[in-house]
């Protein structure tokens, strides 16, 4: 008698050999990959739902201004949508060299954007770089970078009622994301258009080089890293910490947010493929040895399918790889002599 067939792992993973990646990545020249990412291109755009079909105004206002050894820091408000409000940190080195390159810094689960430029849950600030994070927006401006730690949707400062209640480190992810799945959208969509907004706000600024600026992100942070420089070709380098991986190794084989799926996603490509719409501009990945919910075989094997791209495109210089002995958190020491070569 045949065993009953009760793990729906193994399920998830039959059902997955019935799927395969109708645009995953097969050019042969150089013309056939550029006509390759356009049509995967705006497929991707389709599938996390589509983006407005005009840019409201961003009518910035900057709240607070403050000094510190070191930097500047201003807090400002900007408008992403009619009816959506954004919340940023922009961070400026002293001695900057204006017009300059700039980091669009974008936070993972947790406390949000507080936690990328060194604010302790009672508001006074650290005296060193500290979270699973690193306050790697600070890191940014240590390095001699313009940078906007810029507040995602469900995070911090941009959370429901319930999530804020709930605690600085509670999220609105869930409600939120079902929302945008019943209205056939995606919470990675309206984050990507939330960056892309967040790219139009720094391209206004003129201490910005709007040709010089990256995405950074850790964990959820490198989820929007890696999507919005896939859509947005202003991106020139996009540093992922924690995220790049397989789709199906990682969040449909492990316990995940509902903020990272894309429906119908393996129908059309994996996140090698993905990565690969970044090229030939710079992208690079960072992942540790002893992440529970990205595991590093497959981080690894992501890596040399997204080279595969970026050697046809003669631009294998411009993908990078750091595998690092730690857990689930940001490392940066190889993504920052990255970004040092290429923005």
């Known amino acids: 008698m045949p065993q009953p067939k009760l793990d729906t792992l193994e399920f998830s993973r039959a059902e997955l050999k019935k799927h395969s990646q109708a645009l995953g990545f097969r050019a042969r020249t150089v013309a056939e990959a550029k ?18 079909a005009k840019r409201v105004p961003l009518r910035p206002r900057i709240v607070e201004t403050r000094r510190f050894k070191g930097y500047t820091r201003q807090a400002v408000y900007f408008e992403t949508r009619d009816t959506l409000s954004a ?9 900057f060299h204006s ?3 700039a980091v669009l810094c974008l936070p993972g689960h947790g406390r949000g954007v507080d936690d990328l430029v060194g604010i302790n849950e009672d508001g006074t600030m650290r005296d ?4 699973y994070q690193g306050d790697y927006a600070l890191q940014c401006v240590s390095h001699g970078y313009a940078a906007l730690a810029f507040e995602q949707l469900c995070f911090g400062h941009r959370r429901d009622e319930a999530a804020l209640k709930g605690g600085s480190g509670n999220s609105s992810c869930q409600p939120a994301s079902g929302a945008a799945l019943l209205f056939g959208q995606t919470m990675i969509g309206w984050r990507v258009w939330d960056a892309m907004r967040a790219i139009d706000y720094l391209s206004t600024r003129p201490e910005v080089d709007p040709g010089r600026i990256a995405t950074l992100g850790c964990s959820g942070g490198g989820t929007t890293s890696l999507h919005t420089a896939a859509i947005d070709e202003r991106v020139k ?44 501009r710079g992208f690079f990945a960072e992942g ?18 997204t080279k595969r791209v970026y050697r046809l495109f003669g631009a294998e210089r411009q993908i990078g790889l750091e595998i690092f002995d730690d857990t689930h958190r940001w490392w940066g020491k190889g993504a920052f002599e990255f970004l040092a070569k290429t923005l």
């Open 99 to 101: 017009p300059g390159p």
């Open 288 to 305: 540790g040895t002893q992440d529970p919910i990205f595991p590093v075989a497959a981080t690894r094997r992501a890596h040399r399918c």
């Open 128 to 131: 060193e770089f500290g979270g």
């Open 35 to 52: 006509a390759w990412q356009r049509k995967l291109r705006r497929k991707l755009i389709a599938l996390l739902g589509g983006f407005p």
């Open 237 to 280: 380098v996009a540093v992922v910490s924690c995220y790049f991986n397989t789709y199906a190794d990682c969040i449909m084989s492990i316990s995940h947010c509902m903020d990272n799926y894309i429906p119908g996603i393996l129908d059309w490509a994996e996140m090698p493929d993905v990565a690969g719409l970044i090229a030939p």
């Open 87 to 95: 919340f940023a940190y922009f961070l400026v080195p002293d001695g």
